[in-house]
């Protein structure tokens, strides 16, 4: 009997070599910066916006940028069409966050392994928060989409962002000999301008009369964490985890307790529970994005302006000096 396993293996086989005989195909003659793989220098492959924004600002206008999800979908759903698949195949580079997109992670270990540059062999993620805390905030552990034991919000830490991009531009030049000293260049100007946001937050979240941030989904951990603020989730990590009556009631209970103004939502989640919380409390509700895509909900066009953005709904919220 042929296992699930071994379907789905022929099945991306299957679709690989539907696409580079021709069969099916369509599409995709540019990377999503406007550079065509036939005329750039190397390929990236992302799964994700932030490992986008990285590549498209080291690699230039000598590098082709596909990025797998699409802008506004929800980056843990995210299933490959066979054009997807061959693309990982044919990359020179597949920058991705293991434990992150279950599809990514399996069409690079049957097409792409050579290829992968896993943000997960590069820094150090820290465990996944189910939502639980000392609190007893009551959250069941989630059951749907698997990061396995670590939370894959990397990209909230400036500093490891930084050391992510460094990574990357080492690869690259591997791949790409002639473009090295450039690539790393462009490493050392994204680096600087990580750091310049790290201070922004150092002294923006140094003096808050609160310190509680109350948000849809444990997705800020590592930016909680850094600047010393307490995240407070409806849920855990998983965005999809619905929570239940008695979650919502311990959190609205804490908001009451703390007298917390607001309630965090997200760009790609609906805002009913929030709404919810909001209406029981008196509290506002704000957006706080956790940068897993861009969306006309951002608070800003990209990784920089959107971390920026973050930072003054924090500030707000938090009533910083």
């Known amino acids: 009997m042929r296992t699930r396993t071994s379907v789905r293996a022929a099945s991306l086989g299957a679709a690989i070599a539907m696409i580079i005989t021709g069969c099916g195909s369509e599409g995709g003659d540019t990377g999503d910066n406007g550079v065509s793989p036939a005329d750039a220098d190397l390929t990236v492959v992302t799964g994700v916006y932030p490992l986008e924004w990285l590549a498209q600002e080291i690699g230039g206008d000598t590098t082709a940028v596909v990025q797998l999800t699409e802008p506004g979908a929800e980056p843990h759903d995210l ?6 698949i061959a693309e990982v195949s044919e990359a020179d580079i597949v920058f991705h966050v293991g434990g992150l997109q279950p599809a990514v992670d399996e069409a690079v270990d049957q097409e792409g392994e050579d290829a992968s540059l896993d943000v997960a062999d590069i820094v150090s993620l ?10 007893d905030h009551a959250h069941e552990e989630d059951d749907g989409h698997d990061h396995g034991e670590h939370d894959p919000h990397f990209w909230l830490d400036v500093d490891l962002m930084a050391e992510t991009a460094e990574a990357l531009a080492e690869r690259m030049g591997e791949v ?15 680096t600087g301008e990580l750091a310049a946001i790290g201070e922004e937050y150092e002294q923006g979240l140094s ?3 609160h310190r509680e941030v109350v948000v849809g989904h444990t997705a800020f951990s590592y930016l909680t964490d850094q600047y010393d603020l307490e995240q407070i989730g409806v849920s855990g990590v998983d965005p999809e985890n619905e929570p239940s ?3 919502i009631a311990a959190i609205t209970d804490v908001v009451k ?5 607001t309630i965090f939502t997200e760009p790609l989640m609906p805002a009913a529970t929030a709404d919810t919380i909001a209406a029981e409390t008196g ?6 994005d956790p940068l897993e ?21 924090l500030t707000t919220a938090l009533a910083c000096e």
């Open 207 to 209: 003096s808050c009369e």
């Open 176 to 190: 790409n000999p002639e473009g090295a000293d450039t690539y790393r260049q462009e490493a050392e100007r994204v």
């Open 293 to 313: 895509g861009v969306t006309d909900r951002s608070p800003g066009d990209d990784y920089p302006s959107i971390m920026r953005g973050n930072l003054e709904a």
């Open 257 to 261: 307790e703390r007298d917390i103004s």
């Open 245 to 247: 009556p008695a979650q």
């Open 283 to 288: 509290a506002q509700v704000e957006v706080l």
């Open 126 to 135: 820290r465990p996944a928060d189910d939502g639980e805390d000392e609190d």
């Open 79 to 84: 299933e490959l069409t066979g054009r997807q």
